[in-house]
């Protein structure tokens, strides 16, 4: 049988749905050469498929070992439809890879104009050079070098060369994909985890700062009294189910393991802006529409965590295991994202544990 990556270069899409479906798949896990399934779709300019990937969750500015994002790669194959899915959710148009060459760089080189234009319009820099002194005005033929130059002046962008400088155009928005899928029941071996500062504690457990197959992740050590292999194994049963919710505004958990304490732990993806109240309330900068904010407030506090392109994500991991409050039925079923649009006090109380302790 053809593996994700195959189905996604294929494009068919009844097999990535049912992949998709199953919740034990990780979309973001890479092949031998660091290509996630979005990597494929786009090169292949597999539209559907796509915008399955992006609708179950699929990290936008992902790189392969090449350091190119699926933009690169939509870009110099002239996808124009998936270019412009793309930005609509946030790639970055001025991600540089290896060679410092942006997305632009390739429309340009590979002559596609449309596509060019639409990198420009939506804020790629023309004069950004390469690891090779080039800007992507340098890479396009005389008639599309002028129309960028022209596009680029009306739109303010100053024309003076901007040299190259390695991560200088690397912004926080950019990841690796992981490795490989993960087994619900062997899940990760704790020793693989790098536990790097503790971020918190209190009555539930630990949060730690860590890495994980160069991913930057939270492990959340959770304290359970009296751990037996009845829990161990219910553990085991229930953590795999919370990985159901594929959704970009939901921040699933990578996996799990036990410690050798043993205390079971969680890992997600680190989201270095911390939760929403941070963002809100903690000196981080942003500016928010006060409006905007109240809302965000109300709705959804601290229970949620913000991204590094400013999307706004639930994290699975605070949700309650069956074991940590006997006698309680819990479902991770009840914290859907439909769950959102109900008013605060039709959510059941038990739906999900607010530790907002980030």
């Given at each position: ?227 037996t292999t009845r829990k161990s194994r219910d553990f085991n049963e229930e953590y795999p189910k919370l990985r159901i919710f594929s959704h970009p505004n939901v921040l699933p958990m990578l996996g799990a393991c036990q410690s050798p304490r043993p205390d079971p732990i969680i890992i997600t993806h680190w989201m270095p802006y911390g939760s ?83």
């Amino acid at each position: 049988m053809d593996d994700i990556f195959t189905q996604c270069r294929e494009g068919n899409a009844v097999a990535v749905r049912l992949w998709l479906d199953n919740t034990e798949n990780d979309l973001n896990q890479g092949d031998d050469h660091g290509f996630s399934p979005l990597h494929w779709a786009c090169r292949e300019g597999r539209s559907g498929v796509v915008d399955m990937l992006i609708m179950r969750g699929a990290r936008i500015n992902v790189m392969n070992r090449g350091d190119d994002t699926p933009l690169h790669l939509a870009s110099s194959h002239g996808h124009r439809d998936i270019v412009t899915k793309l930005i609509q959710v946030k790639a970055d148009p001025n991600a540089s890879n290896e060679h410092g060459n942006t997305p632009l760089h390739y429309a340009c080189f590979w002559g596609q104009d449309l596509v060019a234009e639409d990198l420009v319009t939506n804020g790629a820099q023309v004069s950004i050079c390469n690891k090779y002194g080039e800007t992507p005005l340098d890479k396009a033929k005389p008639h599309l070098r002028d129309l960028l130059k022209e596009r680029a002046e009306k739109l303010g962008q100053s024309l003076t060369r901007i040299p190259f400088k390695d991560t200088f155009w690397k912004g926080t928005t950019r990841t690796r994909p992981r490795n490989g899928t993960l087994n619900k029941l062997a899940g990760i071996d704790f020793k693989q985890l790098s536990m790097l500062a503790k971020i918190n504690e209190n009555h539930s457990g630990e949060l730690w700062q860590g890495r994980w197959q160069g991913t930057e992740i939270v492990v959340k050590v959770l304290k359970v009294r009296d751990w037996t292999t009845r829990k161990s194994r219910d553990f085991n049963e229930e953590y795999p189910k919370l990985r159901i919710f594929s959704h970009p505004n939901v921040l699933p958990m990578l996996g799990a393991c036990q410690s050798p304490r043993p205390d079971p732990i969680i890992i997600t993806h680190w989201m270095p802006y911390g939760s929403l109240y941070n963002v809100l309330h903690e000196g981080t900068n942003f500016v928010v529409d006060q409006t905007q904010a109240v809302k965000f407030a109300r709705d959804i506090g601290k229970s949620v965590m913000i991204d590094e392109d400013m999307t706004a994500r639930i994290s699975m991991a605070d949700v309650k295991f069956s074991f940590q409050c006997p006698g309680r039925m819990y479902a991770p079923a009840w914290v859907a994202p439909e769950a959102l649009q109900k008013k605060p006090e039709d959510i059941p109380s038990a739906d999900m544990s607010l530790c907002g302790s980030w």
